[in-house]
């Protein structure tokens, strides 16, 4: 047989599971949130993570959606990631010199390639993929050379890494996994970050 409770005894233990439901679902909230801070980075000592910041040379940076982000121009490496590099950069055009013209683009990592674009798109009248003289490219390309006097940006893969500047073209020349990094830093010295 159950034994029969008064109406007070009922709301006083309903109340009491309640309650304990109410601090239970408050603590999974609070530690998710926690979990969740740590778990992206807030408050790290600056490695790659959701809402780190840096500032670099006065340009403000941040993390944002797995780029690092200053004004409208992204990036996949930050300033600091890239200055060590010993690679002289002496004689690259300004991001001026690419302002409302043209700017065509051969590259061998599509990576890079589309940082470019996506950074360069902002200034210049347009960004085209195209083929440089000598290589195969698909029959989509239009065919480009450095003598024609447009602002080119050539990228390949070799073995020794190097930046230069050769009239309006411009060689970004590395191993297939530092390419990446090597477009970052000419970004950021046409840009005058570094």
Do not use: H
């Not at 982000?69 to 002289?88: D, M, T």
């Not at 990592?109 to 902002?122: G, P, W």
């Not at 080119?152 to 890494?161: A, D, F, L």
């Amino acid at each position: 047989m159950k034994k029969i409770i008064s109406r007070y005894e009922r709301e006083k233990r309903n109340k009491r599971n309640q309650l304990v439901v109410g601090v239970v679902l408050v603590g999974v909230m609070l530690f998710s949130t926690i979990g969740y801070a740590f778990q992206s980075g807030v408050g790290g000592n600056g490695s790659a993570g959701e809402g780190n910041q840096i500032t670099y040379n006065g340009v403000d940076f941040s993390y944002v959606d797995g780029f690092w982000r200053a004004g409208a121009f992204a990036f996949k490496y930050n300033p600091e990631e890239v200055q060590a590099s010993s690679l002289n950069l002496i004689g690259l055009n300004p991001v001026e010199s690419y302002r409302d013209r043209p700017v065509y683009i051969y590259s061998q990592d599509s990576e890079s390639e589309n940082e470019i674009n996506v950074n360069l798109r902002q200034v210049a009248q347009k960004v085209e993929s195209v083929c440089i003289e000598g290589e195969v490219c698909g029959e989509n390309f239009p065919t480009k050379n450095c003598d024609e006097g447009e602002n080119m940006i050539v990228i390949k893969k070799g073995e020794e890494s190097s930046i230069r500047q050769e009239g309006n073209c411009v060689f970004i020349e590395g191993k297939s996994y530092e390419l990446s990094q090597l477009t970052d830093r000419f970004l950021f010295s046409i840009l005058g970050v570094i």
